[in-house]
Every structure is written in structure tokens, then in C-alpha cells.
């Protein structure tokens, strides 16, 4: 079983949602982004031989008016059940509404994750108006999925999302499953710091193609960081099969494969 534990959920339905000025960023810069229905999805994941998928809600209404919701996530996990793992996403500016939102997405959509964009809802993950969304995460044992490093949003600024921040996170709420998107890149060294220290993070590749990954990051995989690093892909801004392929030609040791694609989402996941 291979595990996808990060892409987006890119329908027309939720691109309609972005805001102007960072839907033509992305499409300047990815040049070749196409914004897929589910279906295309579904094609990428089968050509790749992935299993299942993370798909991710975003809600950053209060800052950007960005809203792909929780019930649209949850109605493509519920028509693609097999396929499809949903996280949450809300907004801290509403305070207990965003509270009462993340409960409901777990309990009643069934979603089973958080996924936390600190420049969208421009907040850093260490500030105290988080705390209680996280109270809520580790009570209910589900993991927080937070984007760290570079990011290419329009309007939006890099500052919120040092990978050092989720030190003191992991730190704070120690029971609490944290997932570094990205790396941290550029500041992989101190994200993979984070990682080592704490055993409470892991983190993921997606975005990246793999021949690009540096050096260091390649060789926490092989090493101390085994057990903690995650398949992503970030889809549709970089597809499974071409994600899959580079995966096979990075100098992995015997078994790391199958930890960073299986073992390793699986029990994040606790699939």
C-alpha cells in the first residue's frame, strides 16, 4: 500500500475559491498546472500505484476570503471512500466558531486531520490564538499537517512559516501527531532539527521533485529520521507518477522506501 499523506483538492469548485491574484501566481509560475476534476486525480493516483490520498481543506476566509470548506472535502472522501483520507482546515481569527468548526468536521464529517497554512491565516504556528485547536487535535488523537518553508501565494509573506516554530508546538503538546510539510526548505536543517528532537514530528516531501531534494534531508532519511518521513506529492502541482519514478532512483538504503511510502504514513494515519 502506498500513501499519499499530501495533496490538494484542486476542482474547479475550490479554485473558484482562490483568490485572483494567487490563482495567476500559481499558473505563472507552474506553467503547466492544470486544475484537474477528481476523476484526473484518480488516473494520477492509479498510474503511480498510490492507494490513498490526504486531501486537504483551506480556510483563510477572514484574511484572503480563501475557502475551500470541510464539506466539500468530506463529500469527495464519502463518494471515493476507499481512496481519500480528508483533513480539516479552519480559520483562528473566529475563535470558538473555529473550535466548534474543527469538532464538527471530525465528529460528524469524519475528516481526520488538521491542515494548518500559517501565511494565508497569517498567524505563526506558536501563537497562542492556535492553542486551542490544537487541545482539540490531541484530544482527539489526529494529526496536524503544517505548511513550512517557501510558498508561492500571492500577498502572503514567508515570515509565518519558519519550521522552528513547531518546536515549541511539539514541545507544548507533546502528545499531539505534527507533520512539517515540506521540509522547512530553505531552512531544512532547522526543520530537520525539529524532527530529530521531537518525537512527535515527522515530515514530508511533497512539492518537491525528488531529484531535487538535498542532500542532507536525503541522508536524515537514511538515517535518524527514518521512521519519520512521509510520501507526499502536493498534487496537482507536481504528479504522483512522476514523484513516484524520481523515488526510485534516489540512493535509498534497503527499506527506507517502504517506510517513507507505507510504514510511516500508516501509522501516522493509524490506518
Same mark, same amino acid.
Given at each position: 500500500?502506498?500513501?499519499?499523506?499530501?495533496?490538494?483538492?484542486?476542482?474547479?469548485?475550490?479554485?473558484?475559491?482562490?483568490?485572483?491574484?494567487?490563482?495567476?501566481?500559481?499558473?505563472?509560475?507552474?506553467?503547466?498546472?492544470?486544475?484537474?476534476?477528481?476523476?484526473?486525480?484518480?488516473?494520477?493516483?492509479?498510474?503511480?500505484? @498510490?492507494?490513498?490520498? @490526504?486531501?486537504?481543506?483551506?480556510?483563510?476566509?477572514?484574511?484572503?476570503?480563501?475557502?475551500?470548506?470541510?464539506?466539500?472535502?468530506?463529500?469527495?472522501?464519502?463518494?471515493?471512500?476507499?481512496?481519500?483520507?480528508?483533513?480539516?482546515?479552519?480559520?483562528?481569527?473566529?475563535?470558538?466558531?473555529?473550535?466548534?468548526?474543527?469538532?464538527?468536521?471530525?465528529?460528524?464529517?469524519?475528516?481526520?486531520?488538521?491542515?494548518?497554512?500559517?501565511?494565508?491565516?497569517?498567524?505563526?504556528?506558536?501563537?497562542?490564538?492556535?492553542?486551542?485547536?490544537?487541545?482539540?487535535?490531541?484530544?482527539?488523537?489526529?494529526?496536524?499537517?503544517?505548511?513550512?518553508?517557501?510558498?508561492?501565494?500571492?500577498?502572503?509573506?514567508?515570515?509565518?512559516?519558519?519550521?522552528?516554530?513547531?518546536?515549541?508546538?511539539?514541545?507544548?503538546?507533546?502528545?499531539?501527531?505534527?507533520?512539517?510539510?515540506?521540509?522547512?526548505?530553505?531552512?531544512?536543517?532547522?526543520?530537520m532539527s525539529v524532527v530529530l528532537r521531537n518525537p512527535? @514530528?515527522?515530515?514530508?516531501?511533497?512539492?518537491?521533485?525528488?531529484?531535487?531534494?538535498?542532500?542532507?534531508?536525503?541522508?536524515?532519511?537514511?538515517?535518524?529520521?527514518?521512521?519519520?518521513?512521509?510520501?507526499?506529492?502536493?498534487?496537482?502541482?507536481?504528479?504522483?507518477?512522476?514523484?513516484?519514478?524520481?523515488?526510485?532512483?534516489?540512493?535509498?538504503?534497503?527499506?527506507?522506501?517502504?517506510?517513507?511510502?507505507?510504514?510511516?504514513?500508516?501509522?501516522?494515519?493509524?490506518?
Amino acid at each position: 500500500m502506498i500513501i499519499d499523506t499530501h495533496s490538494q483538492i484542486f476542482t474547479k469548485a475550490a479554485i473558484e475559491s482562490m483568490p485572483k491574484a494567487m490563482a495567476l501566481s500559481y499558473q505563472a509560475l507552474f506553467k503547466d498546472l492544470k486544475f484537474p476534476e477528481i476523476e484526473d486525480t484518480l488516473e494520477d493516483m492509479a498510474g503511480a500505484g @498510490v492507494d490513498k490520498a @490526504v486531501i486537504v481543506a483551506i480556510d483563510a476566509e477572514t484574511t484572503f476570503n480563501y475557502l475551500v470548506s470541510n464539506d466539500l472535502v468530506a463529500d469527495t472522501v464519502a463518494k471515493y471512500p476507499d481512496k481519500f483520507i480528508g483533513f480539516a482546515s479552519v480559520d483562528p481569527h473566529k475563535g470558538l466558531v473555529a473550535c466548534a468548526e474543527f469538532e464538527r468536521a471530525v465528529k460528524e464529517l469524519g475528516l481526520k486531520g488538521l491542515k494548518v497554512l500559517p501565511h494565508l491565516i497569517k498567524v505563526c504556528p506558536n501563537e497562542q490564538m492556535m492553542y486551542p485547536l490544537y487541545e482539540i487535535a490531541q484530544d482527539f488523537n489526529i494529526p496536524v499537517l503544517f505548511h513550512t518553508g517557501t510558498q508561492f501565494h500571492a500577498g502572503t509573506k514567508l515570515k509565518y512559516c519558519l519550521p522552528l516554530y513547531l518546536d515549541e508546538v511539539a514541545v507544548d503538546f507533546p502528545k499531539m501527531k505534527i507533520v512539517m510539510a515540506h521540509f522547512g526548505y530553505p531552512w531544512f536543517y532547522e526543520g530537520m532539527s525539529v524532527v530529530l528532537r521531537n518525537p512527535n @514530528v515527522y515530515f514530508n516531501i511533497a512539492g518537491w521533485s525528488p531529484r531535487r531534494i538535498p542532500q542532507e534531508v536525503i541522508r536524515q532519511m537514511n538515517g535518524p529520521l527514518k521512521t519519520k518521513a512521509l510520501f507526499g506529492s502536493d498534487y496537482p502541482l507536481l504528479t504522483r507518477v512522476r514523484i513516484v519514478s524520481e523515488i526510485n532512483d534516489l540512493p535509498l538504503k534497503d527499506g527506507v522506501k517502504e517506510l517513507l511510502m507505507t510504514e510511516n504514513p500508516r501509522r501516522l494515519l493509524d490506518i
